[in-house]
Nanobody
Framework: VQLQASGGGLVQTGGSLRLSCAAS????????MGWFRQTPGKEREFVAG????????YYTDSTKGRFTISRDNDKRTVYLQMNSLKPEDTAVYYC???????????WGQGTQVTVSS
């Protein structure tokens, strides 16, 4: 499946952005979806995940209460609503899909999010 992430940009501290990730495959609804982020010199970090039907969501501690992951299976799109952004949220954000219980199989190209102080 091909994933196309969009919605990144430059925002001030405390601002909001919504990232989108569009999938090419009709079987999108069977994939568990996730968002990750990465800054130079650091490992890619898990940000949020959502089950195939949206019933279960997961967040890293640093984003709980500020970020919300959601999906629209009819549109084959997963979203990441990011509120109360902080400079430490600055990173390239990637969406990913996995069909099985572990390991992400497909990755989008990344979208840059920059939060100015």
């Amino acid at each position: 499946v091909q994933l196309q992430a969009s919605g990144g940009g430059l925002v001030q501290t405390g601002g909001s952005l919504r990232l989108s990730c569009a999938a090419s495959r009709r079987t999108f609804s069977s994939y568990y979806m996730g968002w990750f982020r990465q800054t130079p010199g650091k490992e890619r970090e898990f940000v949020a995940g959502i089950s195939w039907n949206g019933a279960m969501t997961y967040y890293t501690d640093s984003t709980k209460g500020r970020f919300t992951i959601s999906r629209d299976n009819d549109k084959r799109t997963v979203y990441l609503q990011m509120n109360s952004l902080k400079p430490e949220d600055t990173a390239v954000y990637y969406c990913a899909a996995r069909a099985g219980p572990t390991g992400y199989d497909y990755w989008g190209q990344g979208t840059q999010v920059t939060v100015s102080s």
